[in-house]
């Protein structure tokens, strides 16, 4: 079993940056690839950016490139996404997954974490 928590969401101006957190549980945390997802009022969840179990391998959405990092620190068990260069498209709700299978299957969430809004204004 994996718990994932995240947090750092909030309001922004566009322009603006915000690094959002995931906490996980367990000692295995290094067994999962890890991503960002983001899902906005209406629409479906929709894939934002993915890190492979040793930080590897990184995949954005077109949208976000340039703009968002993924990373992750294994020792403290969280996967983080930087965002910079906000814009009012980027308001959502953002939720963290973790997956065991294969990298590339990311319609295989084991786990999600809550989910922190994410609000960004003109």
């Known amino acids: 079993q994996v718990q994932l928590v995240e947090s750092g969401g909030g309001l922004v101006q566009a322009g603006g940056s915000l690094r959002l957190s995931c906490a996980a549980s367990g000692r295995t945390f290094s067994s999962y690839n890890m991503g960002w997802f983001r899902q906005a009022p209406g629409k479906e969840r929709e894939f934002v950016a993915a890190i492979s179990r040793l930080g590897g391998r990184t995949d954005y959405t077109h949208s976000v490139k340039g703009r968002f990092t993924i990373s992750r620190e294994n020792a403290k068990n969280t996967v983080y996404l930087q965002m910079n260069s906000l814009k009012p498209e980027d308001t959502a709700n953002y939720y963290c997954?973790?997956?065991?299978?294969?990298?590339?299957?990311?319609?295989?969430?084991?786990?999600w974490g809550q989910g922190t809004q994410v609000t960004v204004s003109s």
């Open positions: 997954g973790a997956w065991g299978s294969d990298y590339d299957r990311r319609n295989d969430i084991d786990y």
